[in-house]
Nanobody, 123 residues
Framework: VQLQASGGGLVQAGDSLRLSCAASGRPLSTYIMGWFRQAPGKERKFVAGITWSGARTSYADSVKGRFTISRDNAENTVYLQMNSLKPEDTAVYYC?????????????????WGQGTLVTVSS
């Protein structure tokens, strides 16, 4: 499966952005999906994950209540709605996928990765 992330950009603190991750090659409907981010000079970290049905989600504490992950299996796309953005949310955001049982927070659990989209939040 090939993943293409998009939707990043330069915004001000408090603004919102919606990232999209479009898949091709295989239907996403049987894949756990995750969003990760990597700030400059830091390791890649889990942001949010969603089960194949969308019934369960998981979030990093730093984004809980501000970010929402969702998916549209008919459109083969996963979204990350980001509200109340903060300068510390600045990072390259990656979507990831794998056929695993549960949402995983470790990047090693994901076999497929998008190319990343840059989100910059100014203060």
């Amino acid at each position: 499966v090939q993943l293409q992330a998009s939707g990043g950009g330069l915004v001000q603190a408090g603004d919102s952005l919606r990232l999209s991750c479009a898949a091709s090659g295989r239907p996403l409907s049987t894949y756990i999906m995750g969003w990760f981010r990597q700030a400059p000079g830091k390791e890649r970290k889990f942001v949010a994950g969603i089960t194949w049905s969308g019934a369960r989600t998981s979030y990093a504490d730093s984004v809980k209540g501000r970010f929402t992950i969702s998916r549209d299996n008919a459109e083969n796309t996963v979204y990350l709605q980001m509200n109340s953005l903060k300068p510390e949310d600045t990072a390259v955001y990656y979507c990831a996928a794998n056929r695993i049982e549960n949402i995983a927070r470790s990047q090693t659990e994901y076999a497929y990765w998008g190319q990343g989209t840059l989100v910059t939040v100014s203060s």
